[in-house]
Structure formats: structure tokens, C-alpha cells
């Protein structure tokens, strides 16, 4: 079910971004929705949060559960990695170093044999007797990551509960006149359109509120406009939500999906 005909029938020009494509890609490698489940887990998104990570470094399975700390679920950890390498989402290789010119970057599986090209001086050099492998995001999960999917998918799943006949359509920019703002979610749940922001995390100044306000105020218009019944802000903020924010969703009837409300 397209439901940009919603937007599009009350005066409103749509058209798709980056984010919304790299989500729809996760869900295609992972096969559907449901398989994100993982992220629900704290540790998976304390992970996944990692600024080096997300740059695409390469860690051994040890250092990446040192990293994600999943305490009593380590055996539950280990399958979720299983799952998401055999799925793709992360990479298998190797990190090794050139005795030539030095470059340490990491290699994929299929990049590797008793000898190896360097991908700098293109010297083949032979693989150390003994290395534990290297595992490192695949592009399309870091590039995801970085533009607040992790939020969205979670916030797609809560929905999903709700409703499993749930139709949802992520990240439109959405203009009209003046006015050009993102819908990082819209779904039809239950029969009704709800209207959905989505951050990872946000700035507590005032500025940085003030904006935040601007663009909920934006989407309130918009959820007007179309006749959505409910409009939800998603966040995986760690910290207790302001009080300015708090009241300003009160008195919005905007509903709020916290940290706690998402994982499980
Ligand atoms: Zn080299």
C-alpha cells in the first residue's frame, strides 16, 4: 500500500531520501522486519553505537562482545552474530599488515590464501600462522547506522506489535510552499495513520530543543493535514527526556516511545 497518497492528496510533494533506502536494504539482507529483532537487545544497540564501528573498523569476535558487554546473554549474543554474519550484515576476514609498506587494513574472506595481495603496494605476503578473524559491519548497516536507523527500525518493530498487518513507510521528505520536513515514520496501524519521528538521540540546549520543537510542530501540521490519529516521537535517549520536551508532547498529545518502551 503506497501511503504517500495520503500526503500527496492533501497538497503535499513527496519524494523518497537516502535513509529510508538504507533501511528498506537492512530489511532485504535480513530477509523481513522481524529478523531486526535483535536490536532490541541493550547490548546489541550499546554495539551498534560504536563510533568505530560505524566507521567500518574491523574487531575480533572477542573484542566485539567486550564492546556490546551482553553480561548473562553471551550465548544468546553468539547466535545473534552467527546470524547477522551468515546474513551478511557483518563481514568475516582477517586485519593484517603489510611487511612492505606497512598498511593495516582489513581483507574479506574471499580476498585471502596462504599468500596475500596487498591492497596498497600490491605485495604478496604470507598469512601469520596464527590470527584470530575480523569482523566488520558491512557498508550499507554502517551508512545506516550513522542516519538514525537504528531508532526507526525499532520504532517498526514496536508498530509491528501493535499491529502485524501494520503497512509502514519510512523516511519521505515531504514539501509543501515553503515547507520541506522529514517523516521518518508513517504507518497505517489498526486501520489509522500515525505519524511517527524518530532520533537515535538528541541535543538539550535550548537551540538545539528549539529545533527539535520546530520540526515536531511541522509534523503536527502535517498529521493534521492528513487526518493522522496519533503522532508518536521515538527515542532511544538515554538519559530522562527534558521537562520542556515532556510537556511540550503532553500538551501536543503527541505520544512518547522511550528507550524503555523500545527494547526489551
Ligand atoms: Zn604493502
Not at 188 to 212: H, I, P, Q, Y
Request: glycine letters at 6%; proline letters at 3%; aromatic letters at 8%.
Amino acid at each position: 500500500m503506497n501511503l504517500h497518497t495520503n500526503l500527496q492528496s492533501a497538497g503535499y510533494r513527496v519524494t523518497p531520501n537516502a535513509k529510508g533506502r538504507y533501511v528498506n536494504g537492512l530489511i532485504r539482507l535480513m530477509g523481513d522486519l522481524s529478523a531486526m529483532d535483535f536490536l532490541r537487545d541493550d547490548y546489541m544497540v550499546r554495539l551498534l553505537s560504536n563510533a568505530q564501528l560505524r566507521k567500518g573498523k574491523a574487531f575480533t569476535y572477542k573484542q566485539l562482545q567486550q564492546l556490546a558487554n551482553p553480561q548473562d546473554a553471551i550465548d544468546r549474543f553468539q547466535e545473534q552474530m552467527q546470524t547477522l554474519t551468515a546474513r551478511g550484515m557483518f563481514l568475516r576476514g582477517y586485519s593484517l599488515q603489510c611487511p612492505v609498506c606497512d598498511l593495516a587494513t582489513w581483507y574479506g574472506l574471499s580476498e585471502v590464501g596462504e599468500h596475500v595481495t596487498c591492497q596498497g603496494c600490491r605485495f604478496d605476503f604470507q598469512m601469520p600462522l596464527t590470527l584470530p578473524f575480523a569482523y566488520r559491519p558491512n557498508r550499507l548497516l554502517a551508512e545506516a547506522l550513522k542516519s538514525g536507523a537504528m531508532t526507526i527500525l525499532l520504532t517498526a518493530l514496536w508498530l509491528y506489535d501493535q499491529d502485524n498487518d501494520l503497512s509502514w513507510q519510512t523516511e519521505s521528505v515531504v514539501h509543501q510552499g515553503d515547507l520541506t520536513t522529514n517523516i521518518d515514520i508513517l504507518a497505517l496501524m489498526n486501520g489509522d495513520l500515525w505519524l511517527v519521528e524518530c532520533k537515535d538521540n538528541f541535543k538539550t540546549s535550548d537551540r538545539a530543543l528549539d529545533d527539535l520543537l520546530e520540526q515536531l510542530r511541522a509534523g503536527l501540521k502535517i498529521a493534521d493535514d492528513i487526518g493522522a490519529k496519533q503522532s508518536l516521537f521515538a527515542t532511544l535517549y538515554a538519559k530522562t527526556v527534558p521537562e520542556r520536551l515532556t510537556e511540550f508532547l503532553a500538551t501536543n498529545d503527541i505520544t512518547l516511545l522511550a528507550r524503555t518502551d523500545l527494547l526489551r
